[in-house]
């Protein structure tokens, strides 16, 4: 039935906006979706082809009836495609301003999760690799991250991408949940090694926490 196929796609994009990370681009559902698109306009244009652009609606309320279906179920997808596509390009900003390496992060979802991988094998192939983007959003994000870039050049002593909320504490404990090696502090050198707890100030490592190197310990 037409329009099931858009539904779900606004389901999965809203079960999107309630995980961490970026679930794989369902390729073969907005190919179907799109194609019922234009069957649907191949439909509209068979009926109004007998009238040779002088349709009367009130002549034929059947046809018109159909047309009217037709459209609306046309509407109906590409607003579906849409809703989709926008959650995603949004989750997608939003990584970039929290400066996570989406490319890198979206494959290591994939490596660790074969059952979603399993379930849209047909993304790998389309795209060529592990991601879960598809080519034209993983364009999309290295000219977005590219903007971003120049943008916060202007301000180079203000980060842009950290918290509106002013801390708490000024210092705090943290665990290294991934190597990170030496970073340089006001308070000289910290060696940030994988499994290792620190006690430091919240504006140095506030961009490592956000990236998911470090954890907060309560």
Request: hydrophobic letters at 35%.
């Amino acid at each position: 039935m037409y329009g099931e196929l858009g539904v779900k796609l606004v389901q999965h994009a809203k079960r999107t906006l309630a995980l961490s990370y970026l679930p794989p681009y369902l390729s073969e559902m907005v190919r179907a979706v799109t194609q019922e698109v234009k069957e649907l306009n191949r439909d509209a244009s068979a009926i109004l082809e007998p009238f040779a652009n002088s349709f009367n609606p009130s002549a034929d309320p059947a046809a018109a009836c159909a047309l009217l279906v037709d459209h609306l179920c046309m509407r109906r997808n590409k607003r579906c495609l849409l809703a989709y596509h926008r959650t995603r390009t949004d989750k997608l900003e939003e990584m970039c301003w929290n400066g996570k390496d989406i490319l890198e992060q979206q494959q290591q979802t994939m490596a660790v999760d074969p059952g979603n991988r399993a379930q849209n094998s047909t993304v790998a192939t389309d795209i060529g690799n592990s991601s879960s983007l598809s080519p034209d959003e993983e364009e999309y994000v290295r000219q977005y991250g590219g903007l971003l870039a120049v943008y916060k050049g202007h301000w180079t002593d203000i980060d842009l991408t950290g918290s509106l909320e002013p801390p708490n504490d000024l210092f705090i404990d943290v665990r290294v949940l991934e190597e990170v090696g030496e970073i340089q502090t006001e308070y000289g050198a910290i060696n940030l090694r994988k499994h290792s707890q620190h006690y430091v100030r919240h504006g140095d490592v506030e961009r490592l926490i956000a990236q998911g190197f470090l954890e907060r310990l309560s």
